[in-house]
């Protein structure tokens, strides 16, 4: 007669069968995840190039480069903002708020003739001597009046006025045409200013004004 053997002897049977299976014996060690290595494991034989290296952003350049990474242009209504916020500024004569448009070394000059200075000093003065709170209500200028050219176009327009220094190809020049110049007897404006400007994160900053207007 077979014998079959108990369940009990079956499970005995197979604990002791398991080492031999895996191919470990008595005396086998298993890497326990305490002992692995810290470094990245990899496939052996496989070689890993290092992550090329992107260049900056830039606005333009050679199409000799093997890699050019460009930067997006900047939508040609941000310049026209920008001035239109310093005219915002001015009238309501908040020195803040016009800070935030100009650059730190924004420079004036009053004429051909007329040395440079710094745009947050004259503009200081000018809110010390005039009142331009009283142009509330008026229209001092038009947005869609706004002329804007490449800065390099600054010679052909501008004939002897020079741009500031170190000007890029993606500086902006801007003319506005001011439409009320005096209130009362005083001159507030010139008949146009001059405005270059600079890309500054999303936006433009304001680098340098022209302007045929001497304070009295």
């Known amino acids: 007669m077979t014998r079959v053997p108990s369940r009990a002897h079956c499970i005995v049977l197979a604990l002791s069968l398991l080492p031999s299976a895996c191919g470990l014996g008595a005396g086998s060690h298993v890497e326990t995840v305490t002992e692995l290595p810290e470094e990245p494991r990899r496939p052996p ?11 900056g952003p830039q606005a333009s350049g050679d199409t000799a480069e093997r890699v050019l990474v460009l930067r997006t242009p900047l939508d040609s209504a941000l310049p026209r903002d920008t001035v239109k ?13 016009l800070h935030a448009v100009l650059a730190e070394d924004a420079s004036f000059q009053p004429g051909a003739q007329g040395a440079r200075q710094s745009a947050r000093s004259v503009w200081q003065a000018r809110f010390a001597r005039l009142s331009y709170q009283g ?3 008026y229209t001092v200028v038009r947005e869609a009046s706004f002329e804007t050219h490449a800065a390099s176009d600054a010679p052909r327009l501008l004939g002897q006025h020079s741009p500031p220094a170190n000007t890029s190809a993606a500086d902006v020049l801007v003319r506005a045409r001011i439409l009320r110049t005096h209130l009362a007897k005083s001159r507030l404006f010139g008949d146009e200013i001059w405005f270059f400007l600079s890309p500054r994160d999303a936006s433009f900053e304001i680098r340098a004004i022209i302007e045929e207007f001497t304070l009295q």
């Not at 034989?45 to 260049?55: E, I, N, Q």
């Not at 916020?85 to 708020?97: L, T």
Request: aromatic residues 12%; charged residues 30%; proline residues 7%.
């Open 45 to 55: 034989g496989v070689a890993v190039d290092p992550l090329a290296r992107l260049p």
């Open 135 to 137: 142009l509330f209500g």
């Open 85 to 97: 916020r310093f005219f915002d500024a001015v009238i309501h004569e908040d020195d803040a708020r």
